[in-house]
């Protein structure tokens, strides 16, 4: 039954606020009037809804539930004893609403090919058939599972039903179960050797195919060459006994290979600048972090090999004589005026810029958090070294 059935052939249009009154009123079915949901209603409506419910396939729609859907199909065919002839309507009904090519019929196409199916008639083609027109509405709607479990149940009735086929074939190819198409082919081409369609099918798959393996050996070649370097990482960093910093988990079952993969994601995922790595040398290289508290402001090195110290960094930075920072007015910070602080937190130690970063790491126990080592820089001397360090000591 369509809007039409109900409001009348258009001529005399009805006000939103007519509409809005019958939508309130019994109607002469017997069913509710909307209520206060009544989009969620419309939804379930057979003329609104945008799927079929899982119910009308299974057979088991719950009266209840969905009313108007129900009363929708009581109302499209008497219960007839000639079971046959009351499923070929119901197919014939659904190719009707198919061929409309809309989302709208091909769901009641769905609904009335389940019902022929519902009539359990004895002849196993007019059911294969049922099943293959299903699986053609499913497929029509990009219910490709679906599709697919329709063509293997018309195939158990007729084995030989090339449109089932081909129509499980074309539904595997939308999922990308590529090997699945290929045996899907394969059983067309086992009837008829000849068919076109299903020979460029699988040559297209068998190229697919071969796309997809060498992609997945590529990434199987990768993530062992990743497994690798992690492996290396994490023995230079134990060689090292370096203080990483890694938050405590309440699970205190957390095995060492677990807490290994905790610590090389959080070095991955911390630092937007990039992460430490270990050199053809097996030297590690850092990204540093180097803070100006008088300004606010900092610097990041990407690659600070371990075996350089930072007067090596900070004469490239703060070269005596040299352009100095937007930030830095006065031009004070210089490589031989500016100290180095590592603050613990608990403690601010003052290292020897001429020391590797390696050797500062190690002897000062350097916590190191989000794979990034961070130093403070200050003007020796200065008003804000003498406040938050000589003061703060």
């Known amino acids: 039954m369509s809007a039409m059935d109900l409001f009348g052939d258009g001529q005399d249009e009805l006000t939103n606020e007519e509409i809005m009154e019958l939508m309130s009123k019994p109607n002469p079915h017997g069913l509710e009037p909307f209520g206060s949901d009544w989009e969620k209603e419309m939804d379930m409506h057979p003329l609104f809804m945008d799927d079929v ?43 009707v609403e198919y061929k409309k090519g809309s989302k709208e019929g091909f769901i009641k196409a769905i609904i009335s090919y389940t019902e022929g199916l519902k009539k359990n008639c004895e002849n196993s083609e007019l059911n294969s058939q049922l099943y293959c027109n299903r699986a053609a509405a499913q497929f029509s709607i990009g219910n490709y599972r679906r599709a697919t ?36 082919c394969d059983k067309a081409l086992a009837i008829d050797r000849h068919n076109k369609a299903m020979i460029e099918m699988k040559v297209k798959s068998l190229q697919k195919l071969k796309e997809v393996e060498r992609n ?29 910093y890694l938050a405590d988990l309440e699970d205190e079952d957390e095995t060492a290979e677990e807490r290994n993969a905790r610590l090389l994601e959080s070095l991955k995922s911390s630092s937007s600048h990039g992460q430490v790595t270990l050199n053809e040398e097996k030297q590690l290289v850092w990204p540093v972090r180097l803070l100006y508290p008088e300004y606010a402001t900092s610097d990041i090195i990407q690659q600070f090999s ?3 110290c930072l007067f090596d960094h900070l ?42 970063l390696l050797d500062l790491l190690v002897e000062h126990n350097i916590m190191i958090v989000g794979g990034v080592p961070t130093f403070e820089i200050y003007v020796k001397d200065s008003d804000t070294y003498n406040t938050n360090i000589v003061a703060g000591s």
């Not at 000639?82 to 190719?95: F, V």
């Not at 590529?218 to 990483?244: G, S, V």
């Open 53 to 95: 419910p899982q119910e009308v396939i299974d057979g088991t729609l719950d009266r209840k539930k969905w009313p108007v859907l129900a009363s929708h199909l009581d109302m499209m065919y008497e219960d007839d004893d000639d079971l046959e002839g009351s499923a070929r309507s119901y197919k014939d009904d659904g190719n």
């Open 149 to 184: 479990q329709d063509s293997e149940k018309a195939l158990e009735l007729n084995p030989q039903y090339m449109k089932a086929i081909t129509r499980a074939a074309q539904a595997q190819l939308k999922l990308g179960n590529i090997k699945s198409v290929i045996a899907w």
């Open 216 to 244: 997945e050996r590529k990434q199987a070649a990768k993530e062992l060459k990743d497994r690798r370097k992690n492996e290396q990482l994490l023995d230079a960093f134990r060689q090292r006994k370096l203080n990483l």
């Open 306 to 308: 371990e075996t350089h």
């Open 315 to 356: 004469s490239y930075m703060f070269p005596p004589g040299g352009e100095s920072p937007e930030w830095d007015e006065e031009g004070e910070y210089t490589v031989h005026k500016v100290c180095v602080i590592y603050n613990s937190g608990k403690e601010k130690v003052e290292l020897d810029k001429e020391t590797s």
